[in-house]
Nanobody
């Protein structure tokens, strides 16, 4: 199981960015996926999650209405479209995976089994 996140970079406040996460080596469509982020000096926090089939999503209140998570099971890819970015969105963003077991999308870091290496997003004011 391998996950590789990419697409981070430097963007001005109010701008947009799309993160991608490529999965390989497993039955991608059987896994629930999540995005998390970790700002300097802070704990890793939940951003969004998506069901194995892509029909259900959940976004943290801090990003709701600005970020959208999606997936393409045919391409083994998951995405995070970010818009109206704020300086407080600056963090390393991680994608994560866990085998789908229930209808409740998971939001805790401890509930995810596999992690990508992270991609840095920096939002300047």
């Amino acid at each position: 199981v391998q996950l590789q996140a990419f697409g981070g970079g430097l963007v001005q406040a109010g701008g947009s960015l799309r993160l991608s996460c490529a999965a390989s080596g497993w039955s991608f469509s059987s896994y629930e996926m999540g995005w998390f982020r970790q700002a300097p000096g802070k704990e890793r926090e939940f951003v969004a999650a998506i069901s194995s089939g892509g029909g259900r999503t959940y976004h943290a209140d801090s990003v709701k209405g600005r970020f959208t998570m999606s997936r393409d099971n045919a391409k083994n890819m998951v995405y995070l479209q970010m818009s109206s970015l704020k300086p407080e969105d600056t963090a390393v963003y991680y994608c994560a995976a866990v085998i789908a077991r229930s209808s409740t999308l998971r939001r805790r870091t401890s509930e995810y089994d596999y992690w990508g290496q992270g991609t840095l997003v920096t939002v300047s004011s």
